[in-house]
């Protein structure tokens, strides 16, 4: 069993950063695959990007590469997402999750759920 904690949202300006954090209990953190959605008002959640066991291995959904970075320092049981050029199109509430079948890709169907963390952003 795997519970996860998100913090690090907020309100910010549009080209601004923010740092998200999900925390983990459990000793198996470093033997699954984790990663980041968001639900925008009124949408569906979507994959945001995800990190492999290693961190060797990671991927992004097309409107994020190249702004955000996602990593995990299993010592720790944390991940983290950097969130950099943010857009208003980015306000949503994050979600960290983990699936415990998988040490590649957080895949579509997570089985462990943070709360979300909401990340606001301003024109």
């Known amino acids: 069993q795997v519970q996860l904690v998100e913090s690090g949202g907020g309100l910010v300006q549009a080209g601004g950063s923010l740092r998200l954090s999900c925390a983990a209990s459990?000793?198996?953190?470093?033997?699954?695959?984790m990663g980041w959605f968001r639900q925008a008002p009124g949408k569906e959640r979507d994959f945001v990007a995800s990190?492999?066991?290693?961190?060797?291995?990671?991927d992004y959904t097309d409107s994020v590469k190249g702004r955000f970075t996602i990593s995990r320092d299993n010592a720790k049981n944390t991940m983290h997402l950097q969130l950099n050029s943010l857009k208003p199109e980015d306000t949503a509430v994050y979600y960290c999750a983990a699936n415990s079948k998988s040490r590649y890709q957080v895949g579509v169907q997570p089985d462990y759920w943070g709360q979300g963390t909401q990340v606001t952003v301003s024109s």
């Open positions: 990190i492999s066991v290693t961190g060797d291995k990671t």
């Open positions: 459990g000793r198996t953190f470093s033997t699954y695959a």
